[in-house]
Antibody, heavy 127, light 110 residues
């Protein structure tokens, strides 16, 4: 069974650092991009960034560039999302998801969707 | 402000048909297929429709999707109480080189 298992809930103070994880199993982890998504309390889904564990190629959403760091350790099939200095506004649920790529002959190009999601990691930042 | 535009809410009585719209632009829906996700409170999103109109295994055929130009829609036929959830449309975006989301539509079964 394809699964993404995320690390547990975190409670931190403003200014602290944090690294949360997302471990894949049941598939070849290095061959699929991992997407990170934020959901603030009562709000919608926001794309943060994406990483290819095979070579750690990473793209960040402009909204999150410089605010977080996404990394991967392919030896343990795990991707990470980290902050160097948390703010109260980082309080949210964070999801990782696997991106499934396929070739669409009707448009002669690749198409993408996120097929498997982790259960999410709640991060609470409060003084 | 989400890149894709969805109505914030939709509702219907059991058995009715409900439709949710999703509007984008040439750099996202105009180029890439649209995917739909269902999310219950406190749960992770679940893939409902991919490639505009394909259902993953296990998704009831009451759910259907379509796309035309830079817009897409999700239809729920024969609405059931268990369909009460939030629904998000998602498409890849050439400019951002990542996915863009709709703001989500809360479906209420009256």
């Amino acid at each position: 069974e394809v699964q993404l298992v995320q690390s547990g809930a975190e409670v931190k103070k403003p200014g602290e650092s944090l690294k949360i994880s997302c471990q894949g199993s049941g598939y070849n982890f290095i061959s699929y991009w991992i997407v990170w998504v934020r959901q603030m309390p009562g709000k919608g889904l926001e794309w943060m960034g994406i990483i290819y564990p095979g070579d750690s190629a990473t793209t960040y959403s402009p909204s999150f560039q410089g605010q977080v760091t996404i990394s991967a350790d392919k030896s343990i099939s795990t991707s990470y999302l980290q902050w160097s200095s948390l703010k109260a506004s980082d309080t949210a649920m964070y999801y990782c998801a696997r991106r499934y790529d396929y070739y669409d002959s009707s448009v002669d190009g690749n198409q993408y969707y996120m097929d498997v999601w982790g259960k999410g990691t709640t991060v609470t930042v409060s003084s | 402000q989400s890149v894709l535009t969805q109505p914030p809410s939709a509702s219907g009585t059991p058995g009715q048909r409900v439709t949710i719209s999703c509007s984008g632009s040439s750099s996202n829906i105009g180029t890439y297929s649209v995917n739909w996700y269902q999310q219950f409170p406190g749960m992770a999103p679940k893939l409902l429709i991919y490639n505009n109109n394909q259902r993953p295994s296990g998704v009831p055929d009451r759910f259907s999707g379509s796309k035309s130009g830079t817009s897409a829609s999700l239809a729920i036929r024969g609405l059931q109480s268990e369909d009460e959830a939030k629904y998000y449309c998602v498409a890849w975006d050439d400019s951002l080189r990542g996915p863009v989301f709709g703001g989500g539509t809360k479906v209420t079964v009256l």
